[in-house]
């Protein structure tokens, strides 16, 4: 299996940076593809930024120009850089893998963005 640790989330002014890290442990050589994932109370969890093992990203509409995912295969980490943070990008921001047809989620790391 594959365990997942989030970090780095916070309150945050409008316009302002986060950068959110995911650390994986166990059998990391298996993951294809790493996720964040976002969810906003009252609604439903939905992807944010995705990451292949070949290095592609993909990103939701609402976060296009502002989020960056990127992946760090020596520290096993997955980061997601965040810039001009708007308050409706609060919500708790889980970190998700997918490998042999099976995936983990981290616990999951809150943002606020409010002034």
């Known amino acids: 299996q594959v365990q997942l640790v989030e970090s780095g989330g916070g309150l945050v002014q409008p316009g302002g940076s986060l950068r959110l890290s995911c650390a994986a442990s166990g059998m990391i050589s298996s993951i294809h593809r790493m996720d964040w994932y976002r969810e906003a109370p009252g609604k439903q969890r939905e992807m944010v930024a995705l990451?292949?093992?070949?290095?592609?990203?993909n990103y939701a509409d609402s976060v296009k120009g502002r989020f960056t995912i990127s992946r760090d295969n020596a520290k096993n980490t997955v980061t997601l850089q965040m810039n001009s943070l708007k308050p409706e990008d609060t919500a708790v921001y889980y970190c998700?893998?997918?490998?042999?047809?099976?995936?983990?989620w981290g616990k999951g790391t809150p943002v606020t963005v409010s002034a």
């Open positions: 998700h893998a997918t490998y042999y047809g099976m995936d983990s």
């Open positions: 990451i292949t093992n070949e290095g592609s990203t």
